[in-house]
């Protein structure tokens, strides 16, 4: 389901509920705003192995489904962690699909009509192992991050970085953070139009927020001080 919220700036007005899809079982799902057209974009993924995307229009709380995409498959039934994000300088959009998987496919929308590119390479190992991740996408030097957590590597938080051309995906080497367990989710934040850099965050296993403040040539991460 999706739903949409107004920020009154000490509060949130939600509006209902609206089913995205029906007719199959919803295993991991992300939405990113797209600031050209005005709209939200939602990413799913089945069980019956296949990943689709859906226009969301909406006016103040109300949420209306526009046109859907073709469905694309994935070659997997376990994909429940997604993650999303918009390149305002090439007006596309991200997706992310993690553990089970660790592929990657863009999203572009003209009109009513809304395209999903093909899988990229793999991001996350052989071992398709990328848990509780996020993602952005730095506008200002065209370079997106991946954070997660490495289930196969002792849990322990990764960074990712990837560039894009057109549909075609280049990524950079997994970069481990910290060699302690993160306890959940790896958060991302970057704020280079402002000169703030990108900051990760974690909590360990003892309940501790970590943070780290990578630094970056190219597409390798140096991640200096935790």
Excluded: H
């Excluded at 918009?86 to 998987?101: H, P, Q, S």
Aim: glycine share 10%.
């Amino acid at each position: 389901d999706v739903v949409i919220g107004v920020d009154n700036g000490t509060s949130i007005t939600w509006g209902s509920e609206v089913t995205i899809g029906s007719g199959f079982v919803a295993q991991g799902a992300t939405v990113y705003y797209d600031p050209d057209n005005d709209k939200f974009i939602a990413s799913y993924t089945a069980t019956n192995n296949t990943v689709s995307s859906r226009i969301v229009s909406y006016s103040g709380t109300t949420a209306t489904l526009s046109t859907e995409s073709s469905t694309m498959s994935i070659d997997n039934t376990n994909v429940g962690v997604m993650a999303s994000a918009y390149d305002t300088t090439n007006n596309i959009g991200y997706v992310a699909m993690g553990k089970g998987l660790g592929r990657m496919f863009t999203v572009t929308v003209s009109g009513t009509t809304i395209t999903q590119g093909s899988k990229s390479s793999q991001f996350s190992g052989s071992s398709n192992s990328a848990q509780f991740f996020n993602m952005v996408y730095d506008n200002t030097n065209n370079i997106g991050y991946i954070t997660y957590r490495n289930e196969a590597i002792s849990d322990y938080p990764y960074l990712q970085t990837y560039t894009v051309s057109g549909n075609t995906f280049t990524f950079g080497t997994e970069t481990v953070i910290e060699t302690s367990a993160s306890n959940n989710s790896v958060g991302v934040a970057e704020g280079s139009a402002d000169g703030k850099g990108v900051c990760v965050a974690w909590k360990n296993t003892s309940e501790i927020i970590r943070y780290a403040t990578p630094t970056f040539n190219g597409l390798t991460p140096t991640i200096g001080n935790v």
